[in-house]
């Protein structure tokens, strides 16, 4: 009898350890465990069966249908939570922009995932100026939590939008259309200058994209649009074999690139050849001979943040488009536009700087910048202080290492890391390197934006 009571307290006290060590998982803990979860797969698809298509969309949220943009927050926000198979998961990532949203949604002190990666509104009390900020390939609206701050402080309302596909699981992007995407984008532009007296767009990477093809599909733009903000703008992908994903993604059995623990829980990290398709040919349609008769280019100011070792876009094909679009507006309206470029000036093209304003910022030896080998593709729009992707955040991007197991773990442990982006000279150091998550000129850029703003307003 007493061994049996032994016994029994012994079983009630490991599951109760199993019960408490549930109960303390969350986005932070769980990056332990990236080796069986890139093996596993746990995250990489989403609660839906995998590969299924809903009425031949990746999202249930008919824009077509939507009334409002309050309506499209709501059933985006249902659908991620129906979904995402972390959805529920506590994540103790507090930024200021889900503290204000938290206290308009009666939200507790600590986020879960869905709240942290859903589409938001930072909302004004009048309907004078708002900008609507559109994520990247594989992103979600956390990547402007940050942002969203700045442009709320400067008295707009600030609208974000998920790209379907988004903020679920990686498995979502197995069948996505680009399609899908410029729908979405319109919904958002046309809804945002249907309530708003004068609008910004703002685009991250393949959101940039979005907006370019959306302006270039009109022949007149409305008034109310003021300016564009592009950070690391999609334009050409940076391999030169990138247009075969297309052709790839259609032979049975071959879906994925990189397959990744998908830890991250603001952008995945496994990445389907059909997502690499869609970008594409997004892309075909801003830049390249094929297209340049007939899409229509406007007197809109630009602010764009590029890096010249961006690993991801061929930033040479971004300079480009620039360019062009510039050429199309008088030399007074030429002038209220910006480029900052991360990068050596002499590589930038001669005429670029007679169009725009270029800054190519200086790096001393005090500065954040100073420890960093190149700005990373998916660094412009964050904080250092962000919480997940700043200096102090526990997430690190190791992608990169992903085929070669021991350069992944002492990327992902090691004390002594080098932050850059995965250029082939980063890649052959003799420190293990961690793709840079935020941008080291942060303030300096939102200096520069200010100046944007009241130049364009």
């Not at 309907?127 to 900020?133: E, G």
Request: charged share 20%.
């Amino acid at each position: 009898m007493k061994n049996l009571n032994k016994y029994a307290l012994l079983l009630l006290c490991l599951v109760s350890s199993l019960s408490f060590a549930q109960w303390r998982e969350d986005c932070l803990t769980i990056q332990n465990d990236y080796v069986s979860l890139i093996e596993s797969g746990k995250y990489r698809f989403s609660k839906e069966i995998a590969n299924e298509v809903v009425n031949g969309s990746a999202s249930n949220v008919n824009f077509e249908k939507l009334s409002s943009f309050q309506q499209y927050l709501v059933e985006t926000y249902q659908e991620i939570v129906t979904k995402n198979p972390r959805a529920a998961m506590p994540c103790p990532i507090v930024t200021d922009t889900y503290q204000q949203l938290a206290i308009k949604n009666q939200w507790s002190n600590t986020p879960n995932i869905s709240q942290l990666v859903a589409p938001f509104e930072l909302a004004q009390n009048n309907n004078d100026k708002a900008i609507i900020l559109i994520h990247g390939l594989t992103d979600s609206p956390f990547s402007f939590h940050d942002l969203s701050q700045f442009f709320f402080q400067q008295g707009f309302t600030v609208r974000t939008l998920l790209l379907p596909g988004h903020a679920i699981a990686p498995s979502e992007l197995l069948n996505v259309e680009y399609s899908e995407w410029q729908q979405a984008a319109k919904f958002a532009i046309e809804d945002t200058l249907n309530d708003y007296q004068q609008v910004y767009l703002g685009g991250l990477s393949t959101g940039g994209a979005l907006i370019f093809d959306y302006l270039m599909q009109q022949k007149q733009v409305d008034e109310k649009i003021k300016g564009l903000f592009m950070w690391s703008p999609a334009s050409k992908a940076k391999n030169d074999l990138a247009w075969l994903a297309k052709y790839i993604d259609v032979i049975p059995f071959v879906d994925w690139i990189d397959l990744d623990a998908d830890i991250d829980f603001a952008k995945y990290e496994s990445f389907p050849y059909n997502a690499a398709a869609q970008v594409d040919a997004i892309m075909r349609l801003v830049v390249g001979k094929e297209v340049s008769a007939s899409r229509q280019l406007h007197n809109i100011p630009l602010f764009v943040v590029a890096s010249e070792h961006d690993q991801t876009i061929d930033t040479e094909h971004t300079l480009q488009l620039l360019l062009e679009w510039q050429l199309e507006s008088p030399l007074k309206q030429m002038k209220k536009s910006v480029l900052i470029y991360y990068g050596d000036n002499s590589k930038l093209p001669t005429k670029l700087t007679n169009v725009m304003k270029v800054i190519v910022p200086e790096c001393s030896a005090e500065s954040l910048c100073s420890d960093i080998f190149d700005v990373a593709h998916i660094a412009t729009t964050n904080s250092p202080d962000n919480p997940h992707y700043g200096i102090k955040g526990q997430y690190r991007n190791c992608g990169h290492y992903i085929n070669e197991p021991a350069s992944y773990q002492a990327c992902k442990n090691n004390k002594q890391v080098i932050k850059g982006e995965v250029t082939e000279a980063n890649l052959n150091r003799n420190v293990p390197m961690q793709r840079l998550t935020y941008n080291p000129y942060y303030k300096e850029m939102l200096m520069e934006m200010s100046r944007f703003l009241k130049a364009t307003n």
